[in-house]
């Protein structure tokens, strides 16, 4: 069965940082486009960031554009959100999902396979 399960996401200050893991099974994430996706009540899913199946290539949007790093070990089958100087702006729901079309990154393409979701929470 293929999945994605996010893990890592909690209550934490703001300022602080979180790492968000997400461990595929039934398939290998090793050929695949990745990327994280958030969404807080009441407001549209915004892209994050995603990266290329190589991790040659990564793309943030521009409200976490030197604050939050994505990475991914193929070898473990797991792509990782960093997120540092967290803000009270970032609470959300904080999905990955996989690109089975591209090996590339594209934060405006459909991805295919979606975790449950992880909740981030910002606040003093």
């Known amino acids: 069965q293929l999945q994605l399960v996010e893990s890592g996401g909690g209550l934490v200050q703001p300022g602080g940082s979180l790492r968000l893991s997400c461990a595929a099974s039934?398939?290998?994430?090793?050929?695949?486009?990745m990327g994280w996706f958030r969404q807080a009540p009441g407001k549209e899913r915004e892209g994050v960031s995603c990266i290329s199946s190589s991790g040659m290539t990564t793309n943030y949007a521009d409200s976490v554009k030197g604050r939050f790093t994505i990475s991914r070990d193929n070898a473990k089958n797991t792509v990782y959100l960093q997120m540092n100087s967290l803000r009270l702006e970032d609470t959300a729901v904080y999905y990955c999902?996989?690109?089975?079309?591209?090996?590339?990154?594209?934060?405006?393409?459909?991805?295919?396979?979606w975790g449950q979701g992880t909740q981030v929470t910002v606040s003093s």
């Open positions: 039934g398939f290998t994430l090793e050929n695949y486009g």
């Open positions: 999902a996989a690109d089975l079309v591209t090996t590339g990154c594209s934060l405006y393409r459909d991805f295919d396979y």
